[in-house]
């Protein structure tokens, strides 16, 4: 409530979101990130990936459903 934005307002653009585009748009800017992220490991990429993914606002639920096929690509 820092922003004093209506809760009324939140739920209804968080239910308008189309959740196969999300998922979309995740993969995609994990894929990009993949590219250039550095690890001895994949267990230590796919910290970092979701880390960034987080950081963007992706929910880790979502995150941890869509590592396993970007992991197939690395």
């Given at each position: 409530?820092l922003?004093?934005?209506?809760?009324?307002?939140?739920?209804?653009?968080?239910?308008?979101?189309?959740?196969?585009?999300?998922?979309?748009?995740?993969?995609?800017?994990?894929?990009?990130?993949?590219?250039?992220?550095?690890?001895?490991?994949?267990?230590?990429?796919n910290?970092?990936?979701?880390?960034?993914?987080?950081?963007?606002?992706?929910?880790y639920?979502?995150?941890?459903?869509?590592?396993?096929?970007?992991?197939?690509?690395?």
């Amino acid at each position: 409530m820092l922003k004093k934005v209506n809760d009324q307002l939140i739920e209804n653009a968080l239910k308008s979101i189309d959740y196969e585009l999300y998922i979309e748009n995740l993969k995609s800017i994990l894929t990009h990130k993949a590219k250039t992220v550095k690890a001895n490991s994949d267990y230590e990429k796919n910290g970092k990936l979701a880390r960034f993914a987080l950081g963007r606002g992706y929910e880790y639920g979502d995150i941890s459903k869509v590592l396993p096929d970007i992991e197939e690509q690395y």
